[in-house]
């Protein structure tokens, strides 16, 4: 209003004076005139772009990537899997029993085996032959023993008549006690020969029990972990040939948080799986638990037995399902480049995050469980489906608009 005031007075001013000597003052005036005119103009402009600068700043978006979030991959069921290691408690070690040249290899490390299977063949030929010369005295010994028998009743019959004959008076009494002593001879060869038969009967089983042990039999059951020879081997008596491990008596081996450690039982009956993705495949009960903590790793360590017959391997790796408690706690991972650049990040630290929430970002804080490379695991703060904002600009803030970039 002042300025249009001021324009009204020149122009009133100007109209008095239309002389020609007032000419150059017009002139002036009109300058003046132009030079208000532009200076409102541009106080005018200069005030419209300021509003627009804070509109535009107040209306700005940001475009952001975002990771949703996943409990850990060993918590998305409702089982802890701990890595354990199979081993066997009784190892049977098969010694040569005698000294010879194994002719033949039944099994090999890895087979799996009864008790009483052909593991390897000895050469047998020598016993055989010392069993056909055994048997051959046996039946020189029986034949013999058929003379002596006949001899005896000979003799026995020679001494009745000569006892007849001397109770008549006509033999002397020299030739009676001669064929007594023909009779007690001839018993006596048979009762060595008895004898003789009974040793040869006993040398028979002594080189059967030879031939047996020239085949190798597993003394368990179980499967041969070690083999030791190979066929046409010359080895010594009490040589280390095979070792079985009696499945039958498996133990399974495993470490535990302590945080978790006191949760577990002696006697408790816990879920064995190959990898751990796969289903339950067999039982073990725990045994026993060491008397003293690892120091080193922070856990205790555990010796189960497995139950019931399975097709597991020692030394295979496993996996001991162990029951979840319903109050621990779910963790999830995040990419590192979630957190600010240049944030420390330790155990246990509480770190801000922002996450999506509807077209705004909201902060939260976590707490930082494990680092591995380039991946966090966080305790606390978060939720199975929430979309943590990836590389967030320094400048953002609670509340900023967003949008989210689609891949």
Same mark, same amino acid.
């Given at each position: 209003?002042?300025?249009?005031?001021?324009?009204?007075?020149?122009?009133?001013?100007?109209?008095?004076?239309?002389?020609?000597?007032?000419?150059?003052?017009?002139?002036? !005036?009109?300058?003046?005139?132009?030079?208000?005119?532009?200076?409102?103009?541009?106080?005018?402009?200069?005030?419209?772009?300021?509003?627009?600068?804070?509109?535009?700043?107040?209306?700005?978006?940001?475009?952001?990537?975002?990771?949703?979030?996943?409990?850990?991959?060993?918590?998305?069921?409702?089982?802890?899997?701990?890595?354990?290691?199979?081993?066997?408690? =009784?190892?049977?070690?098969?010694?040569?029993?005698?000294?010879?040249?194994?002719?033949?290899?039944?099994?090999?490390?890895?087979?799996?085996?009864?008790?009483?299977?052909?593991?390897?063949?000895?050469?047998?030929?020598?016993?055989?032959?010392?069993?056909?010369?055994?048997?051959?005295?046996?039946?020189?010994?029986?034949?013999?023993?058929?003379?002596?028998?006949?001899?005896?009743?000979?003799?026995?019959?020679?001494?009745?008549?000569?006892?007849?004959?001397?109770?008549?008076?006509?033999?002397?009494?020299?030739?009676?006690?001669?064929?007594?002593?023909?009779?007690?001879?001839?018993?006596?060869?048979?009762?060595?020969?008895?004898?003789?038969?009974?040793?040869?009967?006993?040398?028979?089983?002594?080189?059967?029990?030879?031939?047996?042990?020239?085949?190798?039999?597993?003394?368990?059951?179980?499967? !041969?972990?070690?083999?030791?020879?190979?066929?046409?081997?010359?080895?010594?008596?009490?040589?280390?040939?095979?070792?079985?491990?009696?499945?039958?008596?498996?133990?399974?081996?495993?470490?535990?948080?302590?945080? @978790?450690?006191?949760?577990?039982?002696?006697?408790?009956?816990?879920?064995?799986?190959?990898?751990?993705?796969?289903?339950?495949?067999?039982?073990?009960?725990?045994?026993?638990?060491?008397?003293?903590? =690892? #120091?080193?790793? =922070?856990?205790?360590?555990?010796?189960?037995?497995?139950?019931?017959?399975?097709?597991?391997?020692?030394?295979?790796?496993? @996996?001991?399902?162990?029951?979840?408690?319903?109050?621990?706690?779910?963790?999830?991972?995040?990419?590192?480049?979630?957190?600010?650049?240049?944030?420390?990040?330790?155990?246990?630290?509480?770190? #801000?995050?922002?996450?999506?929430?509807?077209?705004?970002?909201?902060?939260? !804080?976590?707490?930082?469980?494990?680092?591995?490379?380039?991946? !966090?695991?966080?305790?606390?703060?978060?939720?199975?489906?929430?979309?943590?904002?990836?590389?967030?600009?320094?400048?953002?803030? =609670?509340?900023?608009?967003?949008?989210?970039?689609?891949?």
């Amino acid at each position: 209003m002042d300025q249009e005031a001021q324009i009204t007075t020149l122009k009133v001013q100007s109209s008095r004076y239309k002389t020609p000597a007032s000419f150059s003052e017009n002139i002036l !005036v009109l300058c003046l005139l132009s030079a208000v005119l532009i200076a409102g103009c541009s106080a005018q402009s200069q005030t419209r772009v300021h509003d627009n600068r804070t509109v535009a700043t107040e209306n700005a978006v940001v475009t952001v990537h975002v990771f949703e979030v996943q409990p850990a991959p060993n918590q998305t069921n409702a089982d802890f899997l701990i890595p354990a290691a199979l081993s066997v408690e =009784d190892t049977a070690i098969v010694l040569a029993e005698l000294e010879g040249r194994l002719v033949s290899i039944s099994a090999e490390e890895g087979s799996r085996v009864a008790k009483g299977e052909i593991l390897a063949q000895f050469s047998d030929e020598e016993q055989r032959g010392q069993l056909r010369q055994a048997e051959l005295d046996v039946s020189r010994f029986n034949v013999e023993a058929e003379q002596l028998q006949a001899l005896i009743k000979l003799n026995r019959s020679e001494f009745d008549r000569e006892s007849l004959l001397a109770s008549q008076g006509l033999v002397s009494k020299g030739e009676v006690e001669r064929a007594k002593y023909k009779l007690d001879e001839s018993i006596q060869e048979f009762e060595k020969n008895r004898l003789a038969t009974e040793s040869a009967l006993a040398r028979v089983e002594v080189v059967k029990l030879e031939m047996q042990k020239t085949v190798v039999r597993a003394p368990v059951a179980g499967i !041969v972990t070690r083999r030791y020879v190979a066929p046409g081997t010359n080895v010594a008596k009490n040589e280390k040939l095979f070792e079985v491990a009696q499945l039958s008596r498996m133990e399974l081996r495993f470490k535990v948080p302590q945080t @978790y450690g006191n949760q577990l039982e002696c006697g408790e009956v816990l879920g064995i799986s190959t990898d751990d993705r796969s289903a339950e495949i067999a039982k073990a009960r725990i045994r026993r638990r060491d008397p003293v903590a =690892d #120091p080193i790793s =922070d856990t205790f360590g555990y010796v189960a037995e497995i139950l019931g017959s399975t097709k597991l391997t020692p030394g295979l790796t496993v @996996y001991v399902h162990l029951p979840r408690s319903t109050d621990s706690k779910i963790s999830f991972w995040l990419p590192l480049n979630a957190f600010a650049t240049g944030a420390d990040l330790k155990k246990g630290a509480s770190k #801000p995050v922002f996450v999506v929430a509807g077209e705004r970002v909201s902060s939260r !804080v976590v707490v930082i469980q494990t680092i591995e490379g380039d991946q !966090v695991e966080v305790e606390s703060g978060l939720l199975k489906g929430d979309r943590v904002i990836l590389a967030p600009p320094a400048n953002l803030k =609670d509340g900023d608009r967003i949008a989210v970039s689609q891949p």
